[in-house]
């Protein structure tokens, strides 16, 4: 079945020690924990308690939904189901055809006070009689509307029914000529009931209006509460009078006009479903609707005070009934779950069944003794016996990352219980994850593989046996820390930068440089946020030895390295990580990241033989180890010029140049030569000569 309920499924309890690999736990203990997860057959009280539910008696429609469940006066039950317009009967522990409409869906069933059987239908606005045993079935009466919702009936006998799209109520008596009562407007009733006094209820799917008329009043009326844009899902009277709703942002029947069809459509678009796998979306809405929908159960007091007594996101309830201790039993989709609210507002998972939704509910002797569901539908007899089918699978948990798992312990009362896990790195179960292997006690190893997820299986050999919390122990796998990117520039100015995807050919992509003090950066994954040090290391190119920047690990990440007695040259950075601040000796990691090659040349360029001929001063500028980068004059004070070496290239340490000044006056001048090389040193020339 398939899961939509967005609750937390485990608390991650992390103890205060200094390493920071250490012992962590999922713990499920509560109802939100183990409704996360998939049970069958399996009961979860509102403390958190699970333990196999009532079992179930199945049997199978081979309908596509059940509608409502007649729980009649013979001892009998009826069903009213889609889409083939049927009302099956139970009779000798089997279910049969006892009657064929002329409709898609029926609707709703009631029983007369001769014991007759009322069915409403939808499409066509029809209602149907049968005799108390199902036989004899013909048409009672036709309506002024197309969909019959809801049927009632009165204290005197007379038949109420409900309808849509019009939104219509109508009274029907034993001349089965329908007076209609009341008009809605654009709305649909699709929930009656009435109450010890004799008056009508009735609920609506657009607006979420709660009607109560009057048949001693001429059918006078007054709106009891209204929950706008919901749909009155469930409508049940409790003994002490009051009356219990079920509310859905989600509409359901306010939909099936538009969605009804011929049955002859019906038959050739709609394949009827008989697995467990049958998709949710068939009734209901589709399954981005049922995981934004709401749902909610209100009651309302005799004196008009409304009360909510349970919420939630991502389902949406079916039907209600209210049992005579005042539990409040209810029904939802999309999956096939059976809940239990007390008086006092706590709410439990009284039962969970294969089917993707439980539709219909019926009550006998004032306790529940029907469930029917939908997609397909098949009809649930309540046992008086404890399921000996009960399982319970726990939501994939995740561990964030590769993981140990250490031992799994249970608080349980009674024998009997099996515990089983398996494990795997993807987050939905698949071939790629280990196969069940049971535990061997509470209290002992998992044995499943180390991985990211697990999952927990629980099944019952005891009826009696409950689980109160399960805890599954996990250590995180110490994860490396990676250096994925650095960066190396000068004090003062900019750096080039290297990543993880173009250190592969670094000796060709030289590193910027420029004064003395080299400021190295770099970047680290670090998944597990351990702590994480940081040793340098420099080797000369073309040589093999790495010599210490850094004496000991550093935690930063990045270090000014002061080059001014390291001789000129081309070097390597070797950064190495390690997490062995964090970690027990032998269970550190490390990584290594070795830098492009960087120029450290802190020697100065000279401008030399500078000589005159007239309006032409020639010289060399040179280094004695970088590349010349760029040569300026500056004649007279006045602004600098660039100047190209004689080659045209700046390519070699030693570079000659000449210069032609033009429009020079008689007298004296200054020329001075800048120049600087590839480490970012510059140097300076200077020549005086006069022009007759």
């Known amino acids: ?17 200094a390493f920071a690999v250490t012992t962590r736990y999922f713990e499920l203990s509560s109802l939100n924990d183990f409704l996360a997860g998939k049970a069958v057959w399996v009961e979860i009280s509102a403390l958190g308690k699970i333990r196999p539910g009532p079992a179930f008696k199945q049997y199978k429609s081979g309908e596509q939904l059940i509608w409502s469940i007649l729980a009649h006066s013979s001892g009998k039950y009826f069903m009213a189901t889609g889409i083939h317009g049927k009302v099956l009967v139970m009779e000798k522990d089997s279910l049969r055809t006892t009657f064929q409409t002329e409709s898609v869906i029926v609707s709703s069933l009631a029983e007369g006070h001769d014991g007759k059987i009322y069915a409403a239908t939808a499409p066509g606005g029809a209602i149907y009689e049968m ?72 609920g609506t799917a657009k607006k979420g209006a709660l009607y109560i008329i009057d048949p001693s009043a001429n059918y006078s009326y007054v709106v009891l509460a209204s929950f706008p844009n919901q749909e009155l899902s469930g409508l049940a009277i409790a003994p002490d009078g009051s009356i219990v709703l079920g509310l859905n942002s989600l509409k359901i ?22 697995d467990d796998s049958s998709d949710s979306s068939q009734q ?76 219909a509910l019926a ?15 098949v009809l649930y007899m309540v046992d008086k016996e404890s399921s000996k089918e009960a399982r319970f699978t726990s939501k994939v948990l995740d561990a964030s990352l590769p993981s140990d798992w250490g031992r799994i312990q249970w608080n349980a009362t009674g024998e009997g219980i099996a515990v089983e896990t398996r494990s795997g790195n993807i987050e939905t179960p698949d071939k790629t994850w280990s196969a069940w292997q049971a535990i061997s006690g509470n209290g002992q190893p998992i044995l499943s593989p180390g991985s990211r997820y697990l999952q927990v299986r629980v099944s019952w050999k005891s009826a009696t046996a409950e689980i109160r919390s399960i805890r599954v122990y996990y250590r995180t796998m110490n994860q490396t820390p990676v250096i994925f990117e650095s960066a190396i520039g ?84 070797r950064i190495t990580a390690t997490d062995k601040l964090s970690n027990p000796p032998g269970q550190e990691k490390k990584s290594t990241w070795i830098t492009e090659p960087i120029l450290v040349d802190n020697n100065k360029p000279m401008v030399k033989n500078l000589e005159n001929r007239g309006n032409i001063v020639t010289g060399v500028a040179e280094d004695s180890f970088s590349i010349i980068n760029s040569l300026a ?6 602004d600098w010029v660039s100047i190209w070496p004689e080659g045209g290239f700046f390519d070699q340490t030693s570079e000659k140049f000449r210069i032609t000044l033009e429009g020079l006056k008689k007298g004296k001048h200054e020329l001075v030569v800048s120049t600087t090389d590839e480490g970012g040193n510059s140097g300076v020339g200077a020549i005086v000569f006069e022009i007759k």
């Open 1 to 17: 079945m398939k899961r939509t309920l967005t609750v937390a499924v485990f608390i991650l309890m992390i103890s205060g020690v």
């Open 253 to 274: 029947r306010a939909q099936q006009p538009q969605l009804l069809k011929t049955q002859e459509e019906s038959e050739q678009k709609v394949e009827i479903q008989q």
């Open 131 to 202: 005799n108390a045993d199902g036989s004899g079935g013909k048409k009672f009466c036709t309506l002024e509307d197309d969909y019959v919702w809801a049927l009632a009936v009165g204290k005197d006998g007379t038949i109420y029914a409900g309808t849509g799209p019009k939104g219509m109520i109508f009274a029907v008596g034993k001349d089965a000529k329908p007076k209609k009562i009341l008009d809605v407007k654009d709305d649909q009733v699709v929930r009656l009931a009435v109450n010890s006094t004799g008056k009508l209820l009735a």
């Open 633 to 638: 004059y500056s004649l007279d004070g006045g």
């Open 284 to 359: 209901g809405g589709s399954q981005e609707a049922v995981a934004q929908a709401k749902c909610q159960i209100m009651r309302v007091t005799e004196k008009g005070i409304i009360e909510t007594l349970f919420q939630q996101k991502g389902m949406y309830i079916s039907d209600i009934i209210v049992q005579n201790d005042g539990k409040i039993i209810f029904t939802s989709g999309p999956d096939g779950r059976l809940f239990a609210v007390t008086p006092e507002g706590e709410v439990s998972l009284m039962n969970d069944v294969p089917q993707s939704q439980g539709s």
């Open 363 to 377: 009550a006998r002797n004032g306790i529940l003794a029907a469930m029917g569901t939908a997609n397909p539908g």
């Open 490 to 573: 000068s004090e003062g100015g900019e750096g080039g930068s290297q990543s993880a995807g173009n250190q592969q050919g670094a000796a060709n992509q030289p590193g910027a440089s420029g004064g003395p003090v080299k400021i190295i950066r770099w970047g680290v994954r670090n998944l597990d946020n351990d702590k994480v040090g940081y040793m340098l290391e420099y080797r000369r190119e073309g040589e093999d030895l790495w010599v210490p920047i850094t004496s000991d690990y550093i935690d930063k990440t990045s270090y000014k390295w002061d080059t001014s007695d390291t001789p000129d040259g081309w070097y390597r950075i």
